[in-house]
């Protein structure tokens, strides 16, 4: 007669110990508000730059002109009304606010022709000074990548996909211009610049030259595309996605499965 050997209970899930509970809960907590948080740092930073560099003179020309459109007031009142009778926090917020306005003139005044040809007078005057004229092209060469003509050049783009590296392995890029004379000149080949984008800083990348019949054109918005390589490839417009492809383990063909991957199904 033999005896029914009974298989022993299979162990149940390990209980997490506290530090990897921690250490999970924390992590989650971090990605939670770090968005929230770096949103508030750059607005503070902002705010900051904007009194200490304009709001803070606003108040002084405020004062000055308190005393020239009032010629009795004193000095001296002058002052307590704006250092001691006014608190800090609204000054400050006078002078933000005044700052915004003045950036918003300026935009305004340099948007239409005028504007910008006596500007560009501005400019040329600048840059006959020695030592300015070192310092100030490069920064308004930095300032306007950043701020206007690469934004403004991406925004107008064409969605395209392209292989810079290796046959098969595509980068999805946006068309910013033709392509240099020369080159399609000695290479009998129409040429266009294209733009690809890094992750997850969008608006910086690099420049590629490639044939026009070696793109790929996309049925993709500039937002769509933006919002893919910002987020990594996680998020992206609806429909772009055919669902997420199974990548077999290391060292096993397609189609198979680990003992391990079995044992949990």
Not at 14 to 20: D, G, I, L, N, P
Not at 39 to 55: A, R, V
Not at 173 to 197: K, N, Y
Request: with cysteine; hydrophobic share 50%.
């Amino acid at each position: 007669m033999t005896e029914n050997v009974q298989n022993p209970p299979a162990p149940g899930p390990k209980k997490a110990s506290f530090s990897e509970d921690f250490k999970r809960f924390f992590v989650r907590g971090l990605a939670t508000l770090l968005p929230t948080l770096i949103t508030i740092l750059l607005l503070l930073k902002i705010w900051e730059i904007l009194w200490e560099y304009l709001g803070q003179h606003i108040i002084v020309v405020l004062k000055w002109l308190t005393l020239y459109l009032r010629p009795k007031t004193e000095i001296g009142w002058v002052k307590w009304y704006w250092e001691v009778h006014l608190p800090q926090w609204l000054v400050e917020c006078i002078g933000v606010v005044l700052a915004i306005v003045v950036v918003y003139i300026v935009g305004l005044f340099v948007g239409h022709f005028i504007g910008r040809t006596a500007w560009r007078l501005v400019e040329v005057g600048l840059t006959r000074i020695p030592l300015i004229r070192v310092i100030y092209p490069a920064v308004k060469q930095v300032t306007d990548y950043v701020l206007t003509d690469r934004k403004s050049h991406m925004l107008k783009g064409r969605v395209v996909a392209v292989e810079p590296h290796a046959n098969g392995i595509w980068s999805i890029g946006l068309v910013t211009g033709s392509g240099i004379r020369q080159l399609s000149d000695a290479t009998s080949r129409e040429m266009v610049t294209v733009f690809v984008p890094s992750t997850p800083t969008a608006f910086a990348g690099y420049v590629l030259v490639v044939p026009r019949d070696r793109v790929v054109e996309l049925p993709l918005t500039v937002e769509e595309v933006m919002k893919l390589l910002v987020t990594g490839g996680v998020a992206g417009p609806g429909g772009m996605f055919r669902g997420m492809p199974e990548v077999p383990a290391p060292g096993l063909p397609a189609g198979e499965e680990s003992q391990n991957d079995a044992a949990v199904r």
